[in-house]
């Protein structure tokens, strides 16, 4: 299993930017989804959720501004990012809990994608 990101980049502030991931492998199930952002000598933070059933969860910071969503029947995952601002430059990792098989045997675990840049400046 792996979990491929992509989008990110420049945008200037008050400008968008869109991420995705995309969960590939022998998968039995996605379950819960999420990005995650780590900016230069901070830790690493949840800013959106989702659940398989499509509750979601904000970041204080993000509320209003950022919207997760994700399509079951593709195992993808997209965070439209508006309103950007200085403080959301940072590394984007998405996350998620996957089922899935090996061999015969059923296992579940997290699965981070490698990090994908987002830079808001003037």
């Known amino acids: 299993v792996q979990l491929q990101a992509s989008g990110g980049g420049s945008a200037q502030p008050g400008g968008s930017l869109r991420l995705s991931c995309i969960a590939l492998?022998?998968?039995?199930?996605?379950?819960?989804m999420g990005w995650y952002r780590q900016a230069p000598g901070k830790q690493r933070e949840l800013v959106a959720g989702?659940?398989?059933?499509?509750?979601?969860n904000y970041a204080d910071a993000v509320k209003g501004r950022f919207t997760i969503s994700r399509d079951n029947t593709k195992n993808t995952m997209v965070l439209q990012m508006d309103s950007l601002n200085p403080e959301d430059t940072a590394v984007y990792y998405c996350?998620?809990?996957?089922?899935?098989?090996?061999?015969?045997?059923?296992?579940?675990?997290?699965?981070w994608g490698a990090g994908t840049q987002v830079t808001v400046s003037s």
């Open positions: 492998g022998n998968i039995f199930s996605v379950n819960d």
């Open positions: 989702v659940s398989r059933t499509g509750a979601t």
């Open positions: 996350n998620a809990h996957v089922q899935y098989f090996s061999g015969d045997n059923l296992h579940g675990s997290h699965f």
